[in-house]
Antibody
Framework: EVHLVESGGGLVQPGGSLRLSCAASDFTFSAYNMNWLRQAPGEGLEWLSYISSRSNNIYYADSVKGRFIISRDNAKNSLYLQMNSLTDEDTAVYYC???????????WGQGTLVTVSS | EIVLTQSPEFQSVAPKEKVTITCRASQSIGSSLHWYQQKPDQSPKLLIKYASQSISGVPSRFSGSGSGTDFTLTINSLEAEDAAAYYCHQSSSFPLTFGGGTKVEIK
């Protein structure tokens, strides 16, 4: 069974930064593309960013382009999301997810809550 | 950006009844449409991939159909455990997008 565990969430002030991590286990992390997604309180799902298995293809949603940076370390089986210039609209549960063949998310972590507030 | 329009937003259905949720794409996406179930305080779970392909471990009462721009998720003989939000999702092109969701309540 695929295991994905997000960490690094918490309370941050507007304009601040936060780095999320996602620890992957029980599958060959280096062979899979990965996604970050989020869900604001009471809202639907929003895809944020994608990184290919070797980090040679990266995509962002317009809502985070220029502020968020996705990265991975295959040696550590870890995925990251550096989030800068945070606003209250970034308050959400953030999920990492494994991308199946075709880039949809086939397995999700439990999520980590990010709250942007003064 | 491909917009996915899901309907209805909310549905209250009695146990053993049939549920139909539709998802319309703003342009053709072939069969690159996937369905998720999200129960309260849980992560989304993949139900159907590529419009109609079943997922191991998902009950057979869940099925999907469609191609191009119009897709349907069907839940045959609804059970109490199916109370959840359901989302469609396209992976045809970036940015990846989701439908707005359908909340299914058990009467």
């Amino acid at each position: 069974e695929v295991h994905l565990v997000e960490s690094g969430g918490g309370l941050v002030q507007p304009g601040g930064s936060l780095r999320l991590s996602c620890a992957a286990s029980d599958f060959t992390f280096s062979a899979y593309n990965m996604n970050w997604l989020r869900q604001a309180p009471g809202e639907g799902l929003e895809w944020l960013s994608y990184i290919s298995s070797r980090s040679n293809n990266i995509y962002y949603a317009d809502s985070v382009k220029g502020r968020f940076i996705i990265s991975r370390d295959n040696a550590k089986n870890s995925l990251y999301l550096q989030m800068n210039s945070l606003t209250d609209e970034d308050t959400a549960v953030y999920y990492c997810a494994r991308a199946g063949f075709g880039d949809y998310s086939d397995s999700w972590g439990q999520g980590t809550l990010v709250t942007v507030s003064s | 950006e491909i917009v996915l329009t899901q309907s209805p937003e909310f549905q209250s259905v009695a146990p053993k009844e049939k549920v139909t949720i539709t998802c319309r794409a703003s342009q053709s996406i072939g069969s690159s449409l996937h369905w998720y179930q999200q129960k309260p305080d849980q992560s989304p779970k993949l139900l159907i991939k590529y419009a109609s392909q079943s997922i191991s471990g998902v009950p057979s009462r869940f099925s999907g159909s469609g191609s191009g721009t119009d897709f349907t998720l069907t839940i045959n003989s609804l059970e109490a455990e199916d109370a959840a939000a359901y989302y469609c999702h396209q992976s045809s092109s970036f940015p990846l997008t989701f439908g707005g969701g359908t909340k299914v309540e058990i009467k």
